[in-house]
């Protein structure tokens, strides 16, 4: 969203200035105030209405809109493409990360998006567990639930690549993974 003003600019709509900035101020003040960010880019998609003062009416007709495509909020994660293809055929039913302050924001039923390579999957949380440490993870939790293909000698070595010991010393999250859309291929192959 707040690229839209860098667009402006490289257009020559507008030049840097108090004004670009302020305008991506009052742009970050309606989205913290919990205007649609389908809104604000209704408001802002064409170059046109930059400078543009919106009637009443339009305002009232954007704010009754709804966006074509519904707006999933989910918690965004990058992931490796050997897990994200595990998780996308519903072979990795837990995935497993340090328990710093954003995922300590996931709960039971939260919806976590896992990207890669240009690739998404969306996925529901169905349990959280959390440990002191990835070896007394999986005291508890089923090595083939965290990677069907490696065992678990094999996995912690991976991990250990990933995440040094120092974020290890966060604490470890288990998150139980359901597949929300199974057909994810179909659309993006």
Not at 48 to 65: C, D, N, P, W, Y
Not at 123 to 139: G, I, L
Not at 143 to 164: D, F, G, K, M
């Amino acid at each position: 969203m707040l690229g839209f003003v860098g667009t402006m600019l490289d257009w020559g709509h507008a030049h840097k200035s108090p004004v670009a900035d302020e305008l991506v101020a009052a742009i970050g003040r309606l989205l913290r105030r919990g205007l649609p960010v389908w809104l604000v880019s209704a408001l802002l998609t064409d170059p046109k209405h930059f400078f543009r003062s919106f009637t009443v009416k339009e305002l009232g007709r954007l704010m009754t809109a709804h966006p074509a495509e519904a707006v999933v909020r989910a918690h965004e994660m990058g992931i490796y493409k050997r897990y994200f293809d595990l998780i996308a055929t519903g072979r990795k039913t837990t995935e497993i990360r340090v328990d710093d302050s954003s995922r300590r924001k996931i709960k039971e039923g939260s919806l976590i998006r896992f990207r890669c390579q240009g690739d998404q999957v969306l996925t529901r949380v169905t349990r959280v567990a959390r440990y002191a440490s990835f070896d007394e993870m999986f005291d508890h939790e089923s090595v083939a639930s965290v990677n069907p293909l490696a065992t678990r000698a094999e996995q912690l070595a991976n991990i250990r690549q990933i995440y040094p010991p120092e974020r290890e010393a966060l604490g470890v999250v288990a998150l139980g993974i359901e597949l929300l859309d199974p057909s994810w291929r179909a659309r993006t192959l």
